[in-house]
């Protein structure tokens, strides 16, 4: 988000944070809405999210920060935690870690009833790649227990605990992998037996991209998979996780924070041609955080959008590991040949998603095809007598193993990443030694020639020109 928007954006883990510390989080319109509606229907809240502490879509002490204003003003509806098991942004086996820190906080809080209701992997209710499979049986999971047992997609367990285990020891991933936290089978705890009308469900999920296709099934009469809506339930979320979503707790960035002048909204109002392209796994990364989480072009006459369809379960990516990289390479090299844009923006998913399986096999695989796909965009480059630059906003399949514990790691990492600027006069360029990734913004309209300013951003918070220049 920080590369589109060419200065710091204040995140949304930092400013939920502070709202929960300070309560102004409980005192957000929609929050008292949710609250109202609870307590005039004398109805069931509905927790449902992530539950871990990395903070990249959600963080547990959002949960618990909840929980214990729920406890202080004696909350007396009940309240149900459906968790979503990560493994994915966590080390691969986590749960039982978080799982036994939330029976302890909900232990601790005497003045609300607060059970825990289902646990699934976050495969099923947090898939971004339109697999509406995955996310149907979530949704039937959360709302109708009962008939996911029926059919299958889903077991009982008497505990959050002995659910995981269970899980581990019985259960396989799609590609026939020990089992892990991310694909942790559907499971109903104890007795619960559904939503019912008037009940109200916050998703505590602060990313956007994972949050939309649940959060379509529980409000869209359009949504495009096969789920059957026949109770009102009233849906909110933690933040807005599309344009048209309208229930949502904390406001956007640009409430707060001047969020003009970003990438595509300068090259449009220069008419520059920009592309963005990329797989489906990463096209919202093109897309939507590149234009500061705008589900929307900036003007469709000069921003351009690409996606490469792959249908590929993400629960198998490790047989495929090299995805669709010589498809999106093809076309990359074609609009250079042709001149066809005057800025493409991609984005090779293969590194953070085949990072993330912990298959280290596949990991090489991916490296080798990704230095291919690459090597042979910047010989076109070089051709063409363009320029590229090449970097990433963090690091994951360079490290699968936690030299603390000897484990595969498959979460992302925190190393310094390379920018390497790819051109014919590469050997006359110097660029100042360390940068940050809303530096990268300032450097490419150097590039292009293009002036911009930055009004009402605080000077420390604007990016810099990562060239050195000289007067």
């Not at 789920?227 to 707790?249: A, P, W």
């Not at 790691?409 to 660029?431: C, E, F, G």
């Amino acid at each position: 988000m920080n590369i589109g928007a060419g200065r710091i954006v204040i995140q949304e883990l930092k400013r939920i944070n502070d709202a929960i510390e300070d309560k102004s989080f409980f005192r957000k319109p929609k929050f008292l809405e949710l609250i109202k509606k609870i307590r005039q229907n004398k109805s069931s809240f509905h927790l449902m999210g992530l539950v871990q502490d990395e903070g990249v879509h959600s963080h547990q002490n959002h949960l618990f920060g909840i929980l214990e204003y729920l406890n202080k003003t004696k909350f007396n509806q009940k309240i149900y935690i459906h968790f979503f098991a990560d493994g994915r942004d966590t080390p691969p086996r986590s749960a039982l870690k978080f799982a036994k820190t939330l029976e302890d906080k909900i232990s601790s809080f005497k003045n609300i009833n607060c059970s825990i209701a289902t646990i699934l992997g976050r495969y099923y209710s947090m898939d971004r790649n339109k697999n509406w499979r995955l996310t149907d049986i979530a949704y039937l999971v959360l709302e109708n227990p009962t008939e996911a047992i029926i059919k299958g997609k889903a077991r009982k367990s008497n505990s959050l605990i002995n659910a995981i285990k269970t899980s581990y020891s019985k259960d396989k991933t799609p590609d026939k992998s020990e089992m892990f936290d991310e694909y942790i089978y559907p499971t109903i705890i104890e007795n619960y037996s559904g939503m019912k009308n008037n009940d109200c469900v916050l998703n505590f999920n602060f990313r956007q991209d994972r949050a939309i296709q649940i959060t379509k099934a529980f409000t869209d009469d359009n949504y495009k998979g096969n789920v059957k809506k026949i109770k009102n339930i009233h849906y909110y979320g933690l933040t807005r996780y599309y344009d048209e979503f309208e229930n949502y707790i904390f406001e956007p960035i640009e409430a707060i924070q001047n969020m003009d002048n970003l990438f595509g909204e300068i090259l449009a109002k220069a008419k520059l041609k920009q592309l963005r392209i990329s797989e489906s796994y990463k096209f919202p990364h093109v897309t939507m955080y590149f234009n500061g989480k705008r589900t929307t072009h900036f003007d469709k006459k000069y921003e351009f959008w690409e996606q490469i369809i792959n249908k590929t379960d993400q629960g198998m990516l490790s047989k495929t590991p090299k995805m669709k990289a010589y498809e999106l390479t093809k076309k990359i090299t074609e609009y250079i040949d042709k001149k066809t844009f005057d800025v493409i923006i991609t984005n090779f998913p293969n590194g953070d998603m085949i990072g993330h399986t912990g298959d280290f096999r596949a990991a090489r695989i991916a490296v080798k095809t990704i230095d291919k796909c690459i090597g042979k965009i910047a010989k076109k480059i070089i051709e063409k007598d363009a320029i590229a630059i090449i970097t990433s906003d963090h690091g994951n399949i360079e490290e699968m193993i936690d030299y603390k514990t000897g484990k595969t790691k498959t979460s992302h990492t925190t190393n310094l990443v390379n920018l390497i600027y790819v051109a014919r006069d590469s050997d006359k360029i110097k660029m100042r030694r360390y940068g940050r990734l809303c530096d990268i913004m300032p450097t490419i309209m150097h590039l292009l020639g293009i002036k911009y300013k930055l009004d009402g951003v605080k000077e420390d918070l604007k990016g810099k020109n990562l060239f050195i220049v000289n007067s």
